[in-house]
């Protein structure tokens, strides 16, 4: 019988909490993950909110599909539509800047909590270069991101603050979920933080941890449809 190491335990604890909480993830077939993969891929390339038809026109998909997508995506919170029914954000690319920011074949945007800054690369089949800061001490963190692991990370120490919500995460969640997600120099500057979030859990974990938790996840969640979805324009591959 093999035995599972803490990190392996955590790594599977935290992908099945994470199924749960993002629950509504199991219902999108391939064409709405396709949307959400090229989407996001295509938001970061341009740089700008985009109009639905522009997203359509770029992963090649018929415009009324895409904007039924996109608008079912804004109910369950993860696209955000501008004042001028613009796309500005959706599946953890663009939007408000919280201090992580990815960099993909030039083009730099920010992402919504840490993880996404390890998870978008793996889905993506992407390298990156992704910088943030330490909420509590506001020290700079870098690293460089592939499907195959976690490279040039300064400080050397640095931790994923890896929240446990309570329950589903159905709205707003940005709010709900990213804002709690962070990178920190330290687990003690994690441990100091967390201790000022109103009995919120978390786990910690090392950054090649949380990028091995997040290629468990993109293949636990997305990989199992995704193997026969089209390659978009926008440069993506399926995962």
């Not at 199992?224 to 324009?233: L, N, V, Y």
Request: with cysteine.
């Amino acid at each position: 019988m093999t035995t599972k190491t803490g990190t392996e335990r955590d790594v599977a604890e935290y992908r099945h909490l994470m199924m749960s909480a993002f629950a509504d993830f199991s219902t999108l077939d391939e064409t709405e993950l396709q949307v959400a993969r090229g989407g996001g891929r295509e938001l970061l390339r341009v740089g700008r909110p985009l109009a639905p038809a522009e997203l359509a026109g770029a992963l090649g998909l018929p415009i009324e599909r895409v904007d039924e997508i996109l608008r079912r995506h804004a109910e369950m919170g993860f696209v955000y539509f501008n004042g001028e029914d613009r796309v500005q954000a959706m599946w953890a690319v663009g939007g408000i800047d919280a201090g992580h920011r990815i960099t993909v074949d030039g083009q730099t945007g920010p992402t919504w909590c840490a993880l996404d800054t390890l998870l978008l690369p793996i889905w993506w089949g992407a390298e990156a270069a992704v910088t943030s800061r330490d909420p509590l001490t506001g020290r700079g963190i870098s690293l460089t991101v592939g499907p195959d692991g976690v490279t040039d990370l300064v400080p050397a120490n640095a931790v994923v603050s890896a929240y446990e919500p309570e329950g589903p995460v159905t709205q707003d969640v940005r709010a709900s979920f990213c804002e709690f997600v962070n990178f920190f120099e330290s687990a003690e500057t994690a441990a100091e933080w967390a201790s000022r979030q109103e009995g919120r859990r978390f786990r910690f974990l090392a950054v090649e941890d949380a990028h091995a938790w997040a290629a468990d996840y993109v293949r636990s969640v997305f990989g199992r449809r995704e193997g026969s979805a089209a390659t978009s324009r926008s440069g993506g591959t399926a995962a």
